[in-house]
């Protein structure tokens, strides 16, 4: 789309790309949870609700919640915070999704993609595995963005 003499651009334009950029990057920013709790403390109080930077909450979904408790050895309910963060990277032509957090975050994700986890856990994963993990477990994890 061209505007004049071969501008891109109407004049102006670029600042409100700027500033557009930065209102999305905000935007995702508010989205990322202010806090994490452990899978313990929602089991016994019942709490489904984190709540994300901008102040709205976060339901989490019973039914997964259930379906992670069943999953994850009952010893590493207190370890497992959830929402659990994946970092979403594009290198190239390549995607690239990495476990935030600590060891006990990537060892509850090789938990949840393959009932048992070794000694540090996945810090990589692959498309297809962040495909079935959110398929069954889309309120318990949140997928930002690395710029």
Known sequence: MKFRDGESLPPGGSNFVVRKYQRDIVSLFNAIPRERKSLKHVIDAQDYAVELRDGTIHRLDKNEVMLATQKIP????????IPIIIEYSSMGDKRVFRVTGDKWDRRIVEVLLEGEFGLDGKRVLEYNEVARLISLYKSLFAIILSL
Not at 74 to 81: A, D, E, M, N, Q
Request: charged fraction near 25%.
């Open 74 to 81: 009952w010893y590493l309910h207190p370890r497992t915070r």
